[in-house]
């Protein structure tokens, strides 16, 4: 980012601070509409940053991520898809230290979903077979969950080559976890995704519950966190060549959702409750902010999203963290965007 962009963006930045410690939460979407940072009544966009895009640490390539999870002392974990696991600076986001992912026979992992278990371990989701694995801080495998055979890639099971285990969190608590797949399994409807849940035991973690979402048309589902009251923000995300990229943040509630564990193909069927969602923003309509693209896009602000954080709440507002995969593209970017979330 050139420096008039960078001194631009966080005076703004600054000023839309100003505005919501003076105005306090009753009026923040008005200030958020008088600073130009409104995506839509729910979701404002604060800045955006692209001080990692194309470096290195350690020789290790700083890229490809796809997964983001906060820690308890303010740090970032992020995990790419080429087998790395970052650890980062909650401020500044420099990387502070890498460890290496493979399989248990030292092969790569193509990695997509994470989450920081209570105890300090590593959840990590793979969507190759696919797995979620545990592992320590280095990143060694300490075990790793069961996954119901449907959900596993054909001809294993009915999962569409990479197109399952992109999404994974923790429900408020600490005894859930969550995996979405990215795609509809075949004999599915298009569009209609399985999130699969696992309860913790004495052991480690048991299969759970499982539910149905509805992307919407031509968009799979890369990421999905849990919000305090125990429901879900669900990026949705697609690609058009010579377009760009489409990416959409929802409120989704399973609590009513009809476990759809036992259901082997979700067509047709009426006495199935579909997860709730409600649509919070979609990002092409956020302020660019002085962002620009290396392809076309329908706001230069937008990329390949993958990753999402919640970091933090402020004025009733939850602090969200995305950042974008550049795939080790010269035409992508990795590119980080602090967003504020009203639920």
């Given at each position: 980012?050139?420096?008039?962009?960078?001194?631009?963006?966080?005076?703004?930045?600054?000023?839309?601070?100003?505005?919501?410690?003076?105005?306090?939460?009753?009026?923040?979407?008005?200030?958020?509409?008088?600073?130009?940072?409104?995506?839509?009544?729910?979701?404002?966009?604060?800045?955006?940053?692209?001080?990692?895009?194309?470096?290195?640490?350690?020789?290790?390539?700083?890229?490809?991520?796809?997964?983001?999870?906060?820690?308890?002392?303010?740090?970032?974990?992020?995990?790419?898809?080429?087998?790395?696991?970052?650890?980062?600076?909650?401020?500044?986001?420099?990387?502070?230290?890498?460890?290496?992912?493979?399989?248990?026979?030292?092969?790569?992992?193509?990695?997509?979903?994470?989450?920081?278990?209570?105890?300090?371990?590593?959840?990590?989701?793979?969507?190759?077979?696919?797995?979620?694995?545990?592992h320590?801080?280095?990143?060694?495998?300490?075990?790793?969950?069961?996954?119901?055979?449907?959900l596993?890639?054909?001809?294993?099971?009915?999962?569409?080559?990479?197109?399952?285990?992109?999404?994974?969190?923790?429900?408020?608590?600490?005894?859930?976890?969550?995996?979405?797949?990215?795609?509809?399994?075949?004999?599915?409807?298009a569009?209609i995704?399985?999130?699969?849940?696992?309860?913790?035991?004495?052991g480690?973690?048991?299969?759970?519950?499982?539910?149905?979402?509805?992307?919407?048309?031509?968009?799979?589902?890369?990421?999905?966190?849990?919000?305090?009251?125990?429901?879900?923000?669900?990026?949705?995300?697609?690609?058009?060549?010579?377009?760009?990229?489409?990416?959409?943040?929802?409120?989704?509630?399973?609590?009513?959702?009809?476990?759809?564990?036992?259901?082997?193909n979700?067509?047709?069927?009426?006495?199935?409750?579909?997860?709730?969602?409600?649509?919070?923003?979609?990002?092409?309509?956020?302020?660019?902010?002085?962002?620009?693209?290396?392809?076309?896009?329908?706001?230069?602000?937008?990329?390949?999203?993958?990753?999402?954080?919640?970091?933090?709440?402020?004025?009733?507002?939850?602090?969200?963290?995305?950042?974008?995969?550049?795939?080790?593209?010269a035409?992508?970017?990795?590119?980080?965007?602090?967003?504020?979330?009203?639920?």
């Amino acid at each position: 980012m050139r420096l008039k962009t960078l001194l631009a963006t966080v005076t703004a930045g600054l000023a839309a601070a100003a505005c919501l410690t003076a105005a306090g939460p009753a009026t923040a979407r008005q200030a958020d509409a008088r600073t130009g940072h409104a995506c839509s009544p729910s979701v404002a966009v604060d800045r955006f940053s692209d001080a990692l895009d194309k470096t290195t640490y350690e020789g290790a390539f700083v890229g490809n991520l796809s997964a983001l999870a906060a820690g308890r002392d303010g740090s970032l974990t992020a995990v790419s898809d080429r087998s790395a696991l970052f650890r980062l600076d909650g401020r500044t986001l420099r990387p502070t230290g890498v460890a290496r992912l493979a399989d248990e026979r030292g092969g790569a992992l193509d990695s997509e979903g994470l989450v920081i278990d209570r105890d300090g371990t590593l959840l990590i989701s793979s969507e190759t077979e696919p797995a979620i694995r545990r592992h320590g801080a280095d990143g060694t495998i300490l075990d790793r969950l069961p996954v119901p055979s449907a959900l596993r890639v054909a001809p294993a099971g009915r999962a569409v080559s990479n197109g399952t285990f992109e999404g994974l969190t923790l429900l408020p608590g600490g005894r859930t976890l969550l995996a979405a797949m990215e795609y509809a399994l075949a004999g599915d409807s298009a569009g209609i995704v399985r999130f699969q849940t696992w309860n913790r035991t004495r052991g480690g973690f048991a299969l759970g519950a499982q539910y149905a979402y509805r992307a919407d048309a031509g968009l799979g589902v890369p990421e999905v966190t849990a919000t305090p009251d125990g429901r879900l923000l669900v990026l949705e995300r697609g690609f058009t060549s010579g377009v760009g990229n489409t990416v959409r943040l929802y409120l989704a509630d399973p609590r009513h959702a009809t476990d759809t564990g036992g259901v082997e193909n979700l067509t047709g069927h009426s006495g199935v409750r579909l997860i709730r969602k409600t649509l919070l923003a979609d990002l092409a309509a956020c302020p660019s902010l002085g962002a620009t693209a290396k392809q076309p896009q329908p706001n230069p602000l937008l990329d390949n999203i993958e990753g999402m954080a919640v970091t933090g709440r402020e004025r009733g507002r939850l602090k969200v963290l995305l950042v974008s995969d550049d795939n080790q593209s010269a035409t992508q970017t990795t590119r980080f965007y602090f967003l504020r979330v009203r639920t």
